[in-house]
């Protein structure tokens, strides 16, 4: 299993992937949702870490999908 953050800070993904924790740089609300999407589909993916600012753009989808699965644990931190 495995965790993985997407953020549009080069600086945060920097010290994730220095945790050895896989990152995704995206620079647009399309991005955004697009890799979003990916990722929930990983079935190897046990911890999807989202920037506030990411889950700000694309949070409607991202809690309705909180609301009809467990897998993965999605996570928002500042940054």
């Known amino acids: 299993m495995k965790a993985k953050l997407i953020s549009n800070d080069p600086s945060l993904n920097l010290m994730f992937r220095l945790g050895a924790i896989e990152t995704e740089q995206v620079e647009n609300i399309e ?4 890799t979003f999407k990916k990722s929930v589909e990983d079935d190897n993916l046990a911890v999807l870490i989202l920037s506030k600012n990411i889950y700000n753009h694309i949070s409607d989808y991202v809690d309705d999908y909180r609301a009809n699965a467990s897998k993965p644990l999605i996570v ?3 940054g």
């Open 31 to 34: 991005d955004c949702l697009k």
């Open 76 to 78: 928002v931190i500042d």
